[in-house]
């Protein structure tokens, strides 16, 4: 069974950071990449970062140089890293399993439960 479960989420003021762990299970290494979704108040689904085996890193137009995603295969925990939080950085986050390039939705089959990341202005 494949489980996701996302931890850390909560309240920051703009400019501040927030790190998103991660602990997966159940997912194979070889198959599926682990990487973040957000969904904003309104929006549609965005792909934020998704790391691909060890060598391949996507990061979204919106969150290049604010957002870094690592992986600790010990721990089979992976972690977003959230840097200089912007107001419109306020949606609900979800790690997910991929298994295409790029961190395409219709390429994504399980999903965590999310957690909501609340930036102030």
């Known amino acids: 069974e494949v489980q996701l479960v996302e931890s850390g989420g909560g309240l920051v003021q703009a400019g501040g950071s927030l790190r998103l762990p991660c602990a997966a299970s159940?997912?194979?290494?070889?198959?599926?990449?682990i990487g973040w979704f957000r969904q904003a108040p309104g929006k549609e689904y965005e792909g934020v970062t998704c790391?691909?085996?060890?060598?391949?890193?996507y990061y979204g137009d919106s969150v290049k140089g604010g957002f870094t995603i690592t992986r600790d295969n010990a721990k089979k925990t992976v972690y977003l890293q959230m840097n200089s939080l912007k107001p419109e950085g306020t949606a609900v986050y979800y790690c997910?399993?991929?298994w295409g390039l790029g961190c395409a939705k219709d390429a994504t089959d399980y999903w965590g439960e999310g957690a909501q990341v609340t930036v102030s202005s």
């Open positions: 159940g997912v194979s290494d070889v198959d599926y990449g």
């Open positions: 790391i691909i085996r060890s060598d391949y890193i």
């Open positions: 997910v399993a991929t």
